[in-house]
């Protein structure tokens, strides 16, 4: 391997949404620091099987509305 080119690896801690911490190996950051989870297996809908509404009819009027104008024109 050659020599400085690397990115330093290096032991953080993970905090999981529900106050669990592990210790592993990352390039982020420095040595010592925390990564805090938002979303983690215990909390993700793929495998809680728990999903929320999305309006997706709102995001598809805002959509059309945006690009309305880059149609086909006659």
């Not at 020599?3 to 950051?29: A, C, K, L, Q, W």
């Given at each position: 391997?050659?020599?400085?080119?690397?990115?330093?690896?290096?032991?953080?801690?993970?905090?999981?949404?529900?106050?669990?911490?592990?210790?592993?190996?990352?390039?982020?950051?420095?040595?010592?620091?925390?990564?805090r989870?938002?979303?983690?297996?215990?909390?993700?809908?793929?495998?809680?099987?728990?999903?929320?509404?999305?309006?997706?009819?709102?995001?598809?009027?805002?959509?059309n509305k945006?690009?309305?104008?880059?149609?086909?024109?006659?």
């Amino acid at each position: 391997m050659k020599n400085d080119i690397h990115p330093d690896y290096h032991d953080i801690n993970v905090v999981m949404t529900d106050g669990t911490e592990f210790t592993t190996r990352s390039t982020m950051g420095k040595a010592g620091d925390t990564l805090r989870l938002d979303i983690d297996p215990k909390s993700h809908p793929a495998w809680t099987g728990v999903h929320r509404m999305v309006d997706s009819g709102g995001q598809i009027a805002k959509f059309n509305k945006r690009f309305a104008s880059f149609g086909i024109k006659s």
